[in-house]
């Protein structure tokens, strides 16, 4: 489909990605004006019928569902005979993309995303569907932080007859339950819980519970093999989260939770308790402050009643001075313990920040050692505790929060370009290697863009990578500004620029740049002294000019070279350089031995001359 393309209220405006069953355009409402993704059936697909049946299935389960955390249809039809459906458009990323580029995400975090999952998959089982294909690449987190359901391509829909035979296996081997591995007939809504489980797993640990080299050997091991637990990945993860995931990993169904409802409850909990377990030692301070504020008063009046019940001329005796010295004392004493109390039990807020300050420090001493693995395991854990300080801090907190994770992204970013670089001795190798397509090439042009980014000035490890990226490219680029620079390829002078000027922007303070910059502007200055001299050319009629004897000589070196009288051109381009010695310029030439006017011309003699003899 064409940009532009009107389908009843919709208006195409690009293509965003084509799979199995059907190609997806970003379009606008013409009414609304709200962007939505427009599904149409691929064309071959047209004769099947039962490819055709599954394709409207989907939208008839979307029509189903209305739910803040489920992707929301828009309007189906048909358009050209094909079958399409509109649904509303994500502005977000999915979470296979977040876990691709974060490794793994705090408990927190998941616990969270969980929520909104549970709560999405129990209005979709409550409407007696089953999703069938729960994985990290069909949630969509938007910029607010709602997770969205999509993608209900294999769903099915319990009321209606089954567009897959009996003991069909469908789904993503990775996420898939023991009885959908089987291929049983009569699975029901645990499928999704034991999916959801997997899913929970790789977001925290960073892996999934089972790996393997093939389809079939991942189906054996959800079949048989018992899961780890995710504690032993991830320690910091609390044992009744631990427990849960667990529970849903179990291969009997019937030992799993009751429905996803209940899963939801269970994270809220846990959520719960670990935001309670923060202030539980504030709330214990501030009882021990009461308890001691209230006996100190006890304790006062005790004293004044005393004092009250002393005779009013009775004489301070000793016993009685040490008495009153004693409960002085001990008032003092009880004061200093809960102080110390206090401070002990008191929550530090700079408490979390330090710990992470502290875990960057010593990834940052492993990495610098050269124990990459060492530090990067010390620097995920260090990531978590600094993005949920940026996100729930203070504002000072959490900009040193941001300080610091920028600067374990940079020392990532240093790794992986280090890593594609390692054996490539120029910048050629190079681009050979991005030309293949794979995933480490596309990732290495990502990350080139990522390095220059100016939230990345200042940063150490960000330095270490342009340096390294200097050595290669600058010295390729110099060769091809060379290269593009000879006269007898004007055509090329503008993207001898191009480079020229990215070299200026990217490179400007490097040092292999500033070495060079002389010849830059030689380089520069020559071609635009040759496009000048040919731009004048064009438009000046060639015998108008026959007065002025080192034009009309270079007229004739050009009309030479159009003929292909080599040495004639020679000749002509040889006798304009002489002009930089007045001694050897003809004697009718010497009253333009000021040649400041024409030095373009003898820029474009020299260059002629140097092509020539090299032919």
Same mark, same amino acid.
């Given at each position: 489909? /064409?940009?532009?393309?009107?389908?009843?209220?919709?208006?195409?405006?690009?293509?965003?990605?084509?799979?199995?069953?059907?190609?997806?355009?970003?379009?606008?409402?013409?009414?609304?004006?709200?962007?939505?993704? =427009?599904?149409?059936?691929?064309?071959?697909?047209?004769? %099947?019928?039962?490819?055709?049946?599954?394709?409207?299935?989907?939208?008839?389960?979307?029509?189903?569902?209305?739910?803040?955390?489920?992707?929301?249809?828009? !309007?189906?039809?048909?358009? $050209?005979?094909?079958?399409?459906?509109?649904?509303?458009?994500?502005?977000?990323?999915?979470?296979? @993309?977040?876990?691709?580029?974060?490794? @793994?995400?705090?408990?927190?975090? =998941?616990?969270?995303?969980?929520?909104?999952?549970?709560?999405?998959?129990?209005?979709?089982?409550?409407?007696?569907?089953?999703?069938?294909?729960?994985?990290?690449?069909?949630?969509?987190?938007?910029?607010?932080?709602?997770?969205?359901?999509?993608?209900?391509?294999?769903?099915?829909?319990?009321?209606?007859?089954?567009?897959?035979?009996?003991?069909?296996?469908?789904?993503?081997?990775?996420?898939?339950?023991?009885?959908?591995?089987?291929?049983?007939?009569?699975?029901?809504?645990?499928?999704?819980?034991?999916?959801?489980?997997?899913?929970?797993?790789?977001?925290?640990?960073?892996?999934?519970?089972?790996?393997?080299?093939?389809?079939? /050997?991942?189906?054996?091991?959800?079949?048989? !093999?018992?899961?780890?637990?995710?504690?032993?990945?991830?320690?910091?993860?609390?044992?009744?989260?631990?427990?849960?995931?667990?529970?849903?990993?179990?291969?009997?169904?019937?030992?799993?939770?009751?429905?996803?409802?209940?899963?939801?409850?269970?994270?809220?909990?846990?959520?719960?308790?670990?935001?309670?377990?923060?202030?539980?030692?504030?709330?214990?301070?501030?009882?021990? #402050?009461?308890?001691?504020?209230?006996?100190?008063?006890?304790?006062?009046?005790?004293?004044? +009643?005393?004092?009250?019940? @002393?005779?009013?001329?009775?004489?301070?005796?000793?016993?009685?001075?040490?008495?009153?010295?004693?409960?002085?004392? +001990?008032?003092?004493?009880?004061?200093?313990?809960?102080?110390?109390?206090?401070? =002990?039990?008191?929550?530090?807020?700079?408490?979390?920040?330090?710990?992470?300050?502290?875990?960057?420090?010593?990834?940052?001493?492993?990495?610098?050692?050269?124990?990459? %693995?060492?530090?990067? &395991?010390?620097?995920?854990?260090?990531?978590?505790?600094?993005?949920?300080?940026?996100?729930?801090?203070?504002?000072?907190?959490?900009?040193?929060? #941001?300080?610091?994770?920028?600067?374990?992204? &940079?020392?990532?970013?240093? %790794?992986?370009?280090?890593?594609?670089?390692?054996?490539?001795? %120029?910048?050629?190798?190079?681009?050979?290697?991005?030309?293949?397509?794979?995933?480490?090439?596309?990732?290495?042009?990502?990350?080139?863009?990522?390095?220059?980014?100016?939230?990345?000035?200042?940063?150490?490890?960000?330095? /270490?990578?342009?340096?390294?990226?200097?050595?290669?490219?600058?010295?390729? +680029?110099?060769?091809?500004?060379?290269?593009?620079?000879?006269? $007898?390829?004007?055509?090329?002078?503008?993207?001898?620029?191009?480079?020229?000027?990215?070299?200026?922007?990217?490179?400007? $303070?490097?040092?292999?740049?500033?070495?060079?910059?002389?010849?830059?502007?030689?380089?520069?200055?020559?071609?635009?002294?040759?496009?000048? !001299?040919?731009?004048?050319?064009?438009?000046?009629?060639?015998?108008? =000019?026959?007065?002025?004897?080192?034009?009309?000589?270079?007229?004739?070196?050009?009309?030479?070279?159009?003929?292909?009288?080599?040495?004639?051109? $020679?000749?002509?381009?040889?006798?304009?350089?002489? +002009?930089? /010695?007045?001694?050897?310029?003809?004697?009718?030439?010497?009253?333009?031995?000021?040649?400041?006017?024409?030095?373009?011309?003898?820029?474009?003699?020299?260059?002629?001359? @140097?092509?020539?003899?090299?032919?």
């Amino acid at each position: 489909m /064409q940009a532009g393309l009107q389908i009843g209220p919709l208006t195409i405006e690009k293509e965003l990605g084509s799979g199995a069953m059907g190609t997806v355009y970003l379009a606008r409402h013409t009414d609304t004006g709200a962007k939505v993704a =427009v599904k149409v059936m691929l064309a071959g697909l047209g004769t %099947n019928p039962k490819a055709q049946a599954r394709f409207e299935r989907e939208a008839d389960v979307l029509k189903q569902l209305r739910h803040p955390n489920v992707v929301r249809l828009v !309007a189906s039809g048909r358009y $050209q005979g094909k079958p399409f459906y509109a649904m509303e458009f994500i502005e977000g990323e999915s979470l296979d @993309k977040i876990l691709e580029r974060r490794g @793994k995400l705090s408990w927190q975090e =998941v616990a969270e995303i969980g929520k909104q999952v549970c709560a999405a998959l129990q209005h979709v089982h409550d409407k007696g569907i089953l999703h069938r294909d729960l994985k990290p690449s069909n949630i969509m987190i938007t910029s607010s932080g709602l997770a969205k359901l999509t993608d209900f391509g294999i769903a099915k829909d319990l009321d209606r007859t089954a567009l897959t035979s009996a003991n069909y296996t469908v789904g993503t081997a990775a996420y898939m339950s023991p009885e959908q591995c089987r291929g049983d007939s009569d699975i029901d809504h645990r499928t999704d819980l034991y999916s959801l489980g997997v899913m929970l797993f790789e977001l925290i640990a960073g892996r999934r519970p089972f790996e393997a080299d093939s389809p079939v /050997q991942m189906l054996m091991k959800h079949l048989k !093999a018992k899961p780890p637990r995710l504690s032993e990945f991830a320690p910091d993860v609390p044992a009744e989260l631990d427990t849960l995931i667990d529970q849903l990993l179990e291969k009997k169904r019937e030992h799993r939770p009751r429905d996803a409802r209940t899963v939801g409850q269970t994270l809220e909990r846990i959520l719960q308790n670990y935001r309670e377990g923060k202030s539980l030692a504030a709330d214990a301070a501030k009882e021990v #402050k009461s308890t001691s504020a209230e006996e100190d008063k006890s304790a006062a009046r005790a004293l004044l +009643l005393t004092r009250e019940r @002393k005779p009013t001329k009775r004489r301070w005796t000793r016993k009685y001075k040490e008495k009153i010295f004693l409960g002085a004392g +001990l008032s003092v004493l009880l004061l200093f313990i809960v102080g110390l109390v206090v401070y =002990v039990l008191w929550p530090d807020p700079n408490k979390a920040l330090r710990e992470a300050i502290a875990l960057y420090e010593r990834g940052e001493a492993a990495f610098k050692a050269g124990r990459t %693995n060492e530090a990067m &395991s010390i620097w995920y854990d260090a990531l978590r505790k600094l993005e949920i300080i940026a996100i729930t801090d203070d504002q000072e907190r959490a900009s040193q929060a #941001k300080e610091y994770r920028k600067r374990i992204e &940079s020392a990532i970013l240093l %790794n992986r370009l280090q890593g594609f670089l390692e054996g490539k001795e %120029n910048w050629e190798a190079v681009l050979r290697a991005t030309e293949t397509g794979s995933r480490a090439a596309n990732q290495f042009r990502k990350d080139v863009e990522r390095i220059w980014d100016q939230e990345f000035d200042n940063t150490e490890f960000a330095e /270490q990578a342009r340096q390294l990226l200097a050595k290669l490219e600058v010295p390729w +680029l110099l060769s091809e500004v060379r290269r593009l620079a000879d006269v $007898q390829q004007p055509k090329t002078w503008k993207e001898a620029r191009d480079k020229m000027d990215y070299l200026q922007k990217r490179y400007g $303070q490097f040092p292999e740049y500033v070495e060079a910059k002389p010849e830059l502007e030689k380089i520069h200055l020559r071609l635009d002294t040759h496009q000048y !001299a040919l731009d004048w050319l064009q438009r000046t009629k060639p015998r108008d =000019v026959h007065s002025h004897p080192v034009i009309e000589t270079a007229l004739q070196a050009l009309e030479c070279e159009q003929g292909t009288d080599w040495n004639g051109a $020679q000749e002509r381009w040889a006798k304009i350089v002489s +002009l930089r /010695q007045t001694k050897t310029a003809p004697e009718e030439w010497r009253r333009y031995v000021r040649v400041s006017d024409l030095e373009g011309w003898i820029l474009l003699a020299e260059a002629k001359l @140097k092509a020539l003899e090299s032919k």
